[in-house]
T-cell receptor
Framework: EAQVTQNPRYLITVTGKKLTVTCSQN?????MSWYRQDPGLGLRQIYY???????DKGDVPEGYKVSRKEKRNFPLILESPSPNQTSLYFC??????????????FGQGTRLTVV | DQQVKQNSPSLSVQEGRISILNCDYT??????FLWYKKYPAEGPTFLIS?????DKNEDGRFTVFLNKSAKHLSLHIVPSQPGDSAVYFC?????????????FGQGTILTVHP
């Protein structure tokens, strides 16, 4: 079964305490990305990766880091979380480029609260 | 700069009737469009897509229409069912260095009443 798995599902942390949200996909996709969903703003891309060791900034990268050491894994790192990073986060994977009926697969989401 | 806009935050329809969700975009480089459905506490799931070389794509109860000149797409659900109640996002993709990236609208909450 095609799957994107992210953990944890829920996380409450304090300002400044480093955290990592893991993401793994089983579809051998080259392209992986992280999005955050905020009310009234839809999903916005944080970082993306087109292949192993190839990562780049999305639309809202400030305060985040990523790494892509293996094709299947794409962790999101918040080195010093702040309250404005309280949000719902989604990891996604897809082939590079979209053709008819191609889709991006999303994980179930991580609800992060920074106090 | 919101390149993909869903101007209706919510839509309420009666079971059995048609639901029409709208989406506008500004970037003429977008060449592939997708609709996702999202239930609470779940990730977005793919519903239907359309390439810019087409103006209509149909899959069962779901039809997406694309009007390139107006930079407008719509999702029609006929007949609507209570299980269709969810948040619907439209998303767009372009080629070049943005390969793989999806730009999303704000979402529309659809409520289908029995």
């Amino acid at each position: 079964e095609a799957q994107v798995t992210q953990n944890p599902r829920y996380l409450i942390t304090v300002t400044g305490k480093k955290l990592t949200v893991t993401c793994s996909q089983n579809m051998n996709h080259e392209y992986m990305s992280w999005y955050r969903q905020d009310p009234g703003l839809g999903l916005r891309q944080i970082y993306y990766s087109m292949n192993v060791e190839v990562t780049d900034k999305g639309d809202v990268p400030e305060g985040y880091k990523v790494s892509r050491k293996e094709k299947r894994n794409f962790p999101l790192i918040l080195e010093s979380p702040s309250p404005n990073q309280t949000s719902l986060y989604f990891c996604a994977s897809s082939p590079i480029g979209y053709t008819e009926n191609t889709e991006a697969f999303f994980g179930q989401g991580t609800r992060l609260t920074v106090v | 700069d919101q390149q993909v806009k869903q101007n209706s935050p919510s839509l309420s329809v009666q079971e059995g009737r048609i639901s029409i969700l709208n989406c506008d975009y500004t970037n003429s480089m977008f060449d592939y469009f997708l609709w996702y459905k999202k239930y609470p506490a779940e990730g977005p799931t793919f519903l239907i897509s359309i390439s810019s070389i087409k103006d209509k794509n149909e899959d069962g109860r779901f039809t997406v229409f694309l009007n390139k000149s107006a930079k407008h797409l719509s999702l029609h659900i006929v007949p609507s069912q209570p299980g269709d109640s969810a948040v619907y996002f439209c998303a767009a993709s372009s080629g070049g260095t943005s390969y793989g990236k999806l730009t999303f609208g704000q979402g529309t909450i659809l409520t289908v009443h029995p």
